[in-house]
């Protein structure tokens, strides 16, 4: 009887949270776009933003925005098949990593990058635990993949390592920027845990010592 009702909410639940990371995913998208466009044309002069940087991005934006809207028409009619949180999740990992190689001179330098932890903090309103280990598989393999594309693709290994160009990151930090993605995705999954619990209910409950007087 349980496993009915978490199969029940998770159902419910699944549409409902799906609805509120897309709504969220619209504003995000809004905000840093009109952030990005403030920081091009108004806080900064450098006329690399203005040409194939701006571009880029505005690129990515469109991809991002015909996503959300795909997202919108079938959630307002309830068409939700399994694949959905799937898709959605791993086309945020990709435009994610899209709009950091968009910078060549910035790539895992740009904070931009933690970017990657939303996704994760996105997955368990859906209540998936598959879907959380998806989300969280997916950025660390999408973080190491931009890296790899950045140093052999876009820079090239031997300006990367170049000490006096100053583009290498330390491998410390990429160690602790994929645990602590790790990390992350170990607490998501506590949560949809901690959810299940809550609508299972406990094998055993807590007497009230007022009520037994």
């Known amino acids: 009887m349980s496993d009915t009702r978490w199969d029940d909410a998770r159902r419910l639940e699944a549409w409902a949270g799906e609805t509120r990371v897309n709504l969220i995913r619209a504003v995000a998208l809004v905000g840093f776009y009109g952030y990005h466009l403030l920081n091009v044309y108004v806080l900064t002069d450098d006329p690399s933003l203005k040409n194939g940087y701006n571009l880029k991005v505005t690129i990515v934006v469109l991809a991002w925005a015909l996503a959300v809207a795909v997202l919108y028409l079938c959630l307002s009619r309830r068409w939700v098949p399994p694949a959905l949180k799937y898709v959605a999740t791993f086309w945020d990992l990709t ?3 899209a709009l950091l190689l968009s910078d060549k001179a910035a790539g895992p330098h740009s904070p931009l990058v933690f970017l990657y932890f939303l996704v994760v903090a996105a997955s368990p309103l859906r209540l998936s635990l598959r879907l959380v280990y998806a989300a969280t598989l ?5 973080a190491t993949l931009m890296m790899g594309f950045y140093v052999f693709g876009l ?4 300006d990367y390592y170049n000490a006096d160009l ?3 990151v330390q491998r410390p930090s990429e160690i602790i920027f994929l645990l602590a993605l790790g990390a992350a995705g170990l607490l998501a999954g506590q949560v949809v845990r901690q959810a299940r619990r809550l609508v299972q209910g406990y094998p055993v409950t807590v007497e009230d010592k007022r009520e037994a007087a």
């Open 95 to 97: 435009l994610i990593t």
């Open 138 to 142: 997916g950025a660390m393999a999408a």
């Open 155 to 158: 820079i090239g290994s031997m």
């Open 166 to 168: 100053h583009l290498q």
